[in-house]
Nanobody, 127 residues
Framework: QVQLVESGGGLVQAGGSLRLSCIFS????????MAWFRQAPGQEREFVSA????????YYADSVKGRFTISRDNAKNTVDLQMNSLKPEDTAVYYC????????????????????WGQGTQVTVSS
């Protein structure tokens, strides 16, 4: 069974940076597309970024483009999200997601839906 554990959240001032990390276990990591989503209080979960199995396809939501960078290390089974120039509106619980079919015929869109989710890590950006 796939397990995803996020870390790296916290409280940061606007303009600051945080690096989120997600550790994958239970299956062969390189077989899975990976993504980050976030959910702010009272709002629906939204797509943040996704990365293909060999890091050759990367996607970002318009709201984070140019500020966030997703990366993965297939030797360490991790996917990271470097977040720079943080804004109060980035405040949310951030979730790591994985899916073995994303990017293929049955699930061509990297926005989702993803089958496996972590528990989330809180990111709070103060103004």
């Amino acid at each position: 069974q796939v397990q995803l554990v996020e870390s790296g959240g916290g409280l940061v001032q606007a303009g600051g940076s945080l690096r989120l990390s997600c550790i994958f276990s239970g299956r062969t990591f390189v077989s899975y597309a990976m993504a980050w989503f976030r959910q702010a209080p009272g709002q629906e979960r939204e797509f943040v970024s996704a990365i293909s199995r060999l890091s050759d396809d990367i996607y970002y939501a318009d709201s984070v483009k140019g500020r966030f960078t997703i990366s993965r290390d297939n030797a360490k089974n991790t996917v990271d999200l470097q977040m720079n120039s943080l804004k109060p509106e980035d405040t949310a619980v951030y979730y790591c997601a994985a899916d073995p079919r994303i990017g293929y015929y049955s699930k061509p869109n990297y926005v989702g839906p993803y089958d496996y989710w972590g528990q989330g890590t809180q990111v709070t950006v103060s103004s």
